[in-house]
Each structure stands twice: as structure tokens, then as C-alpha cells.
DNA sequence: CACCCGTATGTTGTATACAACATACGCACC
DNA sequence: GGTGCGTATGTTGTATACAACATACGGGTG
């Protein structure tokens, strides 16, 4: 088994939370794996209590299922849930890009030039593995324009939950390719200042996330 | 102090998270004071480590702003903050009140219709005391008719961030005959399945309470 | 043979003790 | 007198040990 070694850097229970996070987001953790404390504890080369601080985090994010004196469960995906996560998203990201583009300002259309760059060139170069995160980075620094940092989070919990259908489709290129051009096509809305137009290609890259999704659930 | 004597009937984790959520809705915890965990746990008859539990799940939901390494935070309030809650409530209570009007079977109606009987009642017996969780009932109540079970947790977020402000002016008589009424006219237009007039409803009833903040702070 | 209850086992929940980190203070040095 | 560093103090972070609860198994009884 391929337990991490590296020590964290930070606080172990943030360690694990991520650590976990990923394991479930990709799968490596699914509906139905007993969720041990003991036994995680002891693969993350932690004690209980660390171990515990994420696990419960991951339950209030809704990635687990907390039931009192008995073991966490890792909540089951369903063709259900991944349209109630996108319809609950696209209602937030369609107020947030509409708002982001009201109130950003150059230093704000800059931040958001730069990052898509970064994605850019990772497609270019083929590294398929940062995109889930250059893929959020890109939709955070737009969204922070906002400022509406409470409206933020409540998105970021559905993004969360929405990772895993994510992860089930964006290995292949050609998704990668439609995504980023589409974030060209949104950020060119959004320098533009056609908050309109900004939330309408949001809320239709949204959309062809579900559809995508919907042919493999 | 009037430190609350009843031992708890289920996890001390949740007693203490509750007890605390309340504090700081009602403003007993406010911006600017120090959690220290010692005191807190001292206060509470329970030790650190449920305690914790209780202080981590605050902040991830926002309540209380997670610093490592040092003492958390209460989350200050501010009108651009209530301004961003209440804007996204928005988007999502439209969005749930739609889904709950189409999607709803009639033991959903009577569902809802028995809540908002007991907040009528309430009402009419002067029992101020209830009326946030009444309140807090019926739009669940109602919303689960959507059977959006993620959407709907990230509404959560958002009306528990709101509470504080609920807080402020729900005290006054006025107000409750105000909400129930409106409580009663979108319960009709749910009952007769008009999704649109629903959501129309809906949004007016979030909006008169973020213009009645705006009077306030 | 079916059902129920007591007990054994294992897991989660909590308390206590210790380690690590952050901050503030005071002393020395410039 | 001001600045910087070392140390003291206090708080958070983690580990270990124990208690409480839930489940599963087995013996007893109808």
C-alpha cells in the first residue's frame, strides 16, 4: 500500500483532511468502505485525534456521513445527487460570475488573466493531472472579484461534492480542450465587464458538465 | 454565568456544537472575543477534545474563522457580509422552492401544512421564543419536497450564517405576523403547484429581510 | 426450531498528559 | 533610547489511556 511518508508541514489533521479528500475524490475511498479510525489512523501514520478533526470536517462538508457510534460512511454517488449539486452550483455561479464581472477591477481581470494562462499552458503541455486544480483555480479567482466570500463557500461545498463526478470524465483531452476554452470565452466576458454574457457561458459550462455526466452514470 | 447544567443525552460534540451555535447567533460570543479552549471547556463541564469537535465544525461552516495554531475566531458581521448571505439564499431558496412546488406529493402538502400550523399557533400564543425555529421549519419542511439533499445543505450554510442577523429584529412582534402571513400565501401557491408564483413569493419573503437589515446595520 | 436475552468483542467517544508552536516580555547591545 | 534577540509563558496540537456504546454471537427458554 502506498502510504505517504512525506511528515506534513502543517498541522497533521489538515494533512489528513486533504490526503482523504483526494482518496475519496478519486475513488480510492468509495460508498461502502469501512472507515476505520484505527485502521486509517494507523496508514496515515497519525493518532486518532488528528485523524478525527478531518473526518469530521469531511462529514460537515458532506463528503461523509456522520451516524453517532458507528463508523463514518463515505456518501454514495448517485445520477441524483450529481444533478441536484449541478443545478444547486449553476444557481451560484451564474449570481457569482454576474457579480464578479459587476465589481472587478483591473487588478482583478490581471489576477484572472494570469491564472487562466497557467491552465493554458499546462494543456499544453499535456499535463492532464493539474487540471481539476487549475480548473478551480480559474473559477476562485474569477468568483473572488465578487467578494462575497459567504456566497463563495456555500459554492465551494457544492464544487466539493461535485469533485468526484469531475473526476470521472476529465482525463480524457478533448473535455480539457472544450473547458478551456470555454474559460477563455468567460474571461473574455468578463474583462469585458458583460456580466450578461459572463453568467450565461457560465451557467452553459455548467450545464455541459452535467450532460457530459449524464451519459456515463 | 448561567452555564446550562444538563449533561448531554447524546454526544457531548453535539451538545457543545449546538450550545455554542447558539451563543454566537445570539450574540453571547460575539466578534472580538477570545475562545480560549480551556475556559470554554471549563464553562461547558467537558473537556478539550469534544469541544474541539464542536469549535471545528463551527468553522466550517463559517461561523468561526480557523487560525492554526492560534485561538479562534468569531466570524464579525458586517452589512456587506449580510448583503452576500442574503443574495445567495436567494439564488438557492428560488431555485428549491421551484423543484419543491413541481416535485411535490401531497403527504409533502400536509407535511408542510402541520408545520405551519404550529407556527401559526405559536404565533398567536405570544411565544416568541420559536419563531426562529419555526421559521427554520417550514422552509425545510417545504424544501424537502425537493429532494435536493446537497443544494439544500448549502442552503444551510447560508441560513445559519443569516441566523445572526434573523436575531436582530426577529423580537419584534410585527415581524412574526409579517413572516407567518407570507409563510401562508407561499404555502398556497405551493399546494396549487405554481412553482413560478412559489418562487416569486419566496424571493420577495428573503428580500423583505435583508431590506429590513439594511435598516439596521 | 424460533426467539430472546446476556455476554463478549470491537469500535467510537472522552479525559488526561505531554509536546510543539506562537506571542510577549525583558535584557543586552548598538 | 531604540532595536533585536533570547527566553518565559500560555495556548494550541497530538498522543496515549480509558470509558461508553453498538453490534454480534451463543446459550438458554418457550
Same mark, same amino acid.
Given at each position: 500500500?502506498?502510504?505517504? $511518508?512525506?511528515?506534513?508541514?502543517?498541522?497533521?489533521?489538515?494533512?489528513?483532511?486533504?490526503?482523504?479528500?483526494?482518496?475519496?475524490?478519486?475513488?480510492?475511498?468509495?460508498?461502502?468502505?469501512?472507515?476505520?479510525?484505527?485502521?486509517?489512523?494507523? !496508514?496515515?501514520?497519525?493518532?486518532?485525534?488528528?485523524?478525527?478533526?478531518?473526518?469530521?470536517?469531511?462529514?460537515?462538508?458532506?463528503?461523509?456521513?456522520?451516524?453517532?457510534?458507528?463508523?463514518?460512511?463515505? /456518501?454514495?454517488?448517485?445520477?441524483?445527487?450529481?444533478?441536484?449539486?449541478?443545478?444547486?452550483?449553476?444557481?451560484?455561479?451564474?449570481?457569482?460570475?454576474?457579480?464578479?464581472?459587476?465589481?472587478?477591477?483591473?487588478?482583478?481581470?490581471?489576477?484572472?488573466?494570469?491564472?487562466? $494562462?497557467?491552465?493554458? !499552458?499546462?494543456?499544453? /503541455?499535456?499535463?492532464?493531472?493539474?487540471?481539476r486544480h487549475d480548473d478551480r483555480n480559474f473559477h476562485a479567482a474569477m468568483y473572488e472579484s465578487a467578494r462575497m466570500t459567504s456566497t463563495f463557500a456555500a459554492l465551494q461545498r457544492l464544487r466539493l461534492l461535485s469533485e468526484r463526478y469531475i473526476h470521472l470524465y476529465l482525463k480524457q483531452p478533448a473535455r480539457l480542450q472544450d473547458s478551456v476554452q470555454q474559460h477563455h470565452a468567460i474571461f473574455d466576458a468578463f474583462a469585458a465587464g458583460d456580466g450578461?454574457?459572463?453568467?450565461?457561458?457560465?451557467?452553459?459550462?455548467?450545464?455541459?458538465?452535467?450532460?457530459?455526466?449524464?451519459?456515463?452514470?
Amino acid at each position: 500500500m502506498s502510504t505517504p $511518508a512525506a511528515p506534513p508541514t502543517w498541522r497533521k489533521q489538515d494533512w489528513a483532511y486533504e490526503q482523504l479528500r483526494e482518496w475519496i475524490i478519486v475513488g480510492r475511498l468509495g460508498y461502502g468502505d469501512r472507515l476505520d479510525e484505527a485502521s486509517l489512523a494507523e !496508514e496515515l501514520r497519525i493518532s486518532r485525534i488528528p485523524l478525527r478533526h478531518a473526518l469530521s470536517r469531511l462529514a460537515s462538508e458532506g463528503l461523509l456521513i456522520d451516524r453517532p457510534h458507528r463508523s463514518l460512511l463515505v /456518501a454514495p454517488m448517485s445520477r441524483e445527487d450529481a444533478e441536484d449539486v449541478y443545478a444547486g452550483r449553476t444557481a451560484l455561479e451564474v449570481l457569482l460570475a454576474t457579480r464578479a464581472t459587476e465589481r472587478a477591477g483591473t487588478e482583478d481581470v490581471e489576477r484572472v488573466r494570469r491564472v487562466l $494562462a497557467v491552465q493554458t !499552458e499546462h494543456i499544453a /503541455a499535456g499535463r492532464l493531472e493539474d487540471s481539476r486544480h487549475d480548473d478551480r483555480n480559474f473559477h476562485a479567482a474569477m468568483y473572488e472579484s465578487a467578494r462575497m466570500t459567504s456566497t463563495f463557500a456555500a459554492l465551494q461545498r457544492l464544487r466539493l461534492l461535485s469533485e468526484r463526478y469531475i473526476h470521472l470524465y476529465l482525463k480524457q483531452p478533448a473535455r480539457l480542450q472544450d473547458s478551456v476554452q470555454q474559460h477563455h470565452a468567460i474571461f473574455d466576458a468578463f474583462a469585458a465587464g458583460d456580466g450578461a454574457r459572463a453568467a450565461q457561458l457560465t451557467e452553459r459550462h455548467v450545464t455541459e458538465g452535467i450532460e457530459v455526466l449524464r451519459t456515463l452514470l
